[in-house]
């Protein structure tokens, strides 16, 4: 089974500035299976972005993905308030089809 | 936008079978969409439970597979979760969901089970 893991496990940032969020898998991953989620508090996960970079419907062009092999990437040029969350990197493979990272933390400074 | 809706009780006894219902609506199950279910928790993080096709053909996660059915009513637009023989180690948050490009595109709200 692949594992994913995710760094940092909490990123404090300011208002304004660039987050760098990193998910390594522990085998090569097709850039197609390669998805990030962001999550609040009390909300389910919501999809922003799949194949590793194209952005889900609705999500700001804030947000990028990019990344290939075992190394990816999620990117937020200009943190706005709203984007303080959890964010979860997930592959689509098999046995079983859907694993997630354990998700980094994104804080306010 | 399709909706998704979570219910079920939200305590379980230990040993007992954990029943849960995902309704749909502003779309239909049997259209081309395979229906997943996963399931959060603080010792396990976000785990993949298993999804279904227009009722006929399902697939699991194989540490659950043992365990757990998933099933659909078309008439009715909903996805049935049953997960049997459960534990403490089965309180979560459940979640359906709807699979999309190799991902998970549209969420329901969630609902809480406590196996106590």
């Known amino acids: 089974e692949i594992v994913l893991t995710q760094s940092p496990d909490t990123l404090s940032l300011s208002p304004g500035e660039r987050a760098t969020l990193s998910c390594r898998a522990s085998?090569?991953?097709?850039?197609?299976?390669l998805a990030w989620y962001q999550q609040k508090p009390g909300q389910a996960p919501r999809l922003l972005i799949y194949?590793?970079?194209i952005r889900a419907t609705g999500i700001p062009d804030r947000f990028s993905g990019s990344g290939s092999g075992t190394d990816f990437t999620l990117t937020i040029s200009r943190l706005e308030p709203e984007d303080f969350a959890v964010y979860y990197c997930?592959?689509?493979?098999?046995?079983?089809?859907?694993?997630f990272g354990q998700g980094t933390k994104l804080e306010i400074k | 936008q399709v909706l998704l809706q979570e219910s079920g009780p939200g305590l379980v006894k230990p040993s007992g079978t954990l029943s849960l219902t995902c309704a749909v609506s502003?779309?239909?199950?049997?259209?081309?969409?395979?229906w997943s279910w996963v399931r959060q928790s603080p010792g396990k993080g976000l785990e993949w439970i298993g999804e279904?096709?227009?009722?006929?053909?399902?697939t699991y996660n194989p540490s659950l597979m043992s365990r757990v059915t998933i099933s659909v009513d078309n008439s009715k637009n909903q996805i049935f979760l049953r997960l049997n023989s459960v534990t403490a180690a089965d309180t979560a948050v459940y979640y359906c969901?709807?699979?999309?490009?190799?991902?998970?595109?549209?969420w329901g709200t969630g609902t809480t089970v406590t196996v106590s």
């Open positions: 969901a709807r699979n999309g490009a190799y991902c998970l595109d549209v």
């Open positions: 502003a779309g239909s199950i049997s259209s081309s969409n395979w």
């Open positions: 279904i096709y227009q009722g006929d053909r399902a």
């Open positions: 085998q090569s991953v097709s850039s197609n299976y």
């Open positions: 194949s590793t970079s």
């Open positions: 997930q592959r689509y493979g098999t046995s079983p089809l859907y694993t």
